[in-house]
């Protein structure tokens, strides 16, 4: 017997792979979307999600998937239903939000070795990009930096390396991908 975590179905996304449902990959969506509507700290964005859970859970009692597009039809009724019909034309359930270690990638890279480690960056957000991703968040941004640049104390050099490396990943997340322009909200800690 197989059992789903929290008793609820997956996703399946349009390119076929399926993925576990995370409220807080929904609210991170529907932040985005509000933010894209105009709304910058949208507080209902926990309580939606939430309520998709729920749903979600109902559903799960006679399905063990969820089709992208029926998640889509039903945030997007939910927002419409709350006056907030802007948000939901905007929403879109794409792939979950993705974390990418900065110092994981360093230390593949090796000490010192920044163009190594810019490769594998450019390698990840492109990954995160093709499937659909809405949210990245790289975090390790300082152990980074100092391993790349092997200091044990923040200096000039590793200040310089820091923007260096938000600049890149801005410019990696907004390039043109595979014949369409991709939209992706990045945080970097």
């Not at 709350?82 to 939901?88: K, M, S």
């Not at 450019?122 to 930096?145: A, K, N, W």
């Not at 200096?155 to 820091?162: F, I, K, T």
């Amino acid at each position: 017997m197989i059992a789903f975590r929290d008793n609820l179905p997956v996703i399946t996304l349009a390119n076929g792979q399926i993925v576990a449902f995370e409220r807080e990959w929904l609210r991170r969506a529907l932040s985005v979307a509000a933010n894209r509507a105009g709304y910058a700290d949208w507080w209902l964005a926990d309580h939606v999600a939430r309520s998709v859970q729920v749903w979600l859970e109902q559903v799960g009692e006679t399905k063990t998937t969820v089709p992208v597009t029926q998640l889509t039809r039903a945030v997007r009724g939910a927002l419409q239903v709350i006056g907030y019909a802007e948000i939901g034309e905007r929403f879109e359930a794409a792939a979950p939000f993705s974390r990418v270690s900065l110092l994981e990638l360093a230390q593949e890279a090796g000490d010192g070795f920044e163009l190594a480690f810019f490769f594998a960056l450019s390698r990840r957000l492109r990954d995160v990009m093709q499937l659909g991703g809405s949210y990245c968040e790289l975090h390790g941004l300082e152990h980074c930096v100092k391993v790349l640049r092997r200091r044990r104390a923040w200096s000039r050099e590793c200040a310089a390396l820091q923007a260096e490396i938000v600049t890149f990943a801005r410019e990696h997340t907004h390039a043109d991908t595979a014949g369409k322009s991709g939209e992706l909200f990045l945080y970097v800690a």
